[in-house]
């Protein structure tokens, strides 16, 4: 396996970095504040491929590998969590889906709309009653009426409904066929019966818009159907497993930047009369951080390269994003420690990456359901 960047990648980081530093990371504390995405910065993410990371070229993406992908999402993550986190639903969750399944009518209706830097895409599994567990819990049923779908249910916890073109539902189809009764059908938000209720007030990540969506009887032609009927809950799973890669980078990132905040006040902070990073018990947590964000990047990089050879990732995606978000909580916990009072403060960015990277061991899989996935196939392999 070989870790080396290419070029080409080592170009890309560096470009993105750039952007984000520019871009992103100076109004990551106002984008937190007001509760809105910084769209002056999102309008210009296609010169970089951002808004369609892995769509073909012909709709207005990038078509880059996952590696490159990677380094995108860390840069996102390192500069605003808010930012970082819809565009990793909007890329893995919402585009990624349309690319794999969609017909060639339903990617030029959606893909160019989606890459253009004017709307991000959305993903609705989650319900109020069910999350980790979509199999047994989701209740919204697609029926069939002469042309239509007709979609009613409630969907939870959604990124992104706001500005969405395509909202894809996860539906029940077939309420005998256990988990082959599921499909993908894509909802356009402005269909009558269809509400988006206004963004729930979170944590962290404020800036990307959570929200509830109703559907009241709403009513899709039967083409809205996105792959196969009766294989939404596999189609589900497999989303799932790229868009933790996405995840797991956006965890790196956060770390990296509650790491960097914490050095650099490490160097000019004083107590006893010397700087605090002096002090074997800071130094401690800032080579516990060196060492654990770079295996997290790692592991998450091998499920990525996994993924670019075109074999199975499924374990090596649940590792890398378990990972990843338990670094990051553990780094941003420590980052504050080593910030002292000026931590638990708004006016220093660890505060506000502490509660975005809160998400990150919940959102696309709780660390419960990673240690699930690990340990299934675990036990698979030593059959
Ligand atoms: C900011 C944000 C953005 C989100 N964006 C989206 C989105 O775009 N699209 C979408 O569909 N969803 C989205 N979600 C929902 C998210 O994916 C779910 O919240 C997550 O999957 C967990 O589901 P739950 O909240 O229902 O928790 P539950 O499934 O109710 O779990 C509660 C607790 O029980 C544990 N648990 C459950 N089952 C087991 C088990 N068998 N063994 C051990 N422990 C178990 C869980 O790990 C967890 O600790 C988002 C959520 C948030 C907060």
Redesign the pocket.
Known sequence: MEFELTQEQKMYQRAVRDFCEGELKPYAAEVDRTGELRWEAIRKMPELGLTGLQVPEEYGGAALDTISVVLAMEELGRACGSTA?SLA?HNG?CCAPLVKWGSAAQKEAYLPRLTSGETLG?????EPG????LAGGVRTTAVKEGDSWIIDGT??????PKYAPVIITLCRTDKQAGNKGFSMILVEPETEGLTRHPPEK?MG?RG?P?QMISYDNVRVPLDHLLGEEGRGFYQTMETLDGGRIGIGALSVGLAQAAFEESVRYAKQREAFGQKIASYQAIQWMIADAALEIDAARLLVMRAAWLKDQGKPFSKEAAMGKLMASEVAEKVCFNAIQIHGSYGYSQEFPVERIYRDQR?MT????????QR?VIARRVVEEMQ
């Open positions: 986190l639903a969750l959305a993903l609705a599994l989650t069910a999350g980790s567990d969907k939870a916890w959604i990124t992104n979170k990540v990307s959570t998400l919940i959102g696309e899989g709780t660390s419960q359901v699930m």
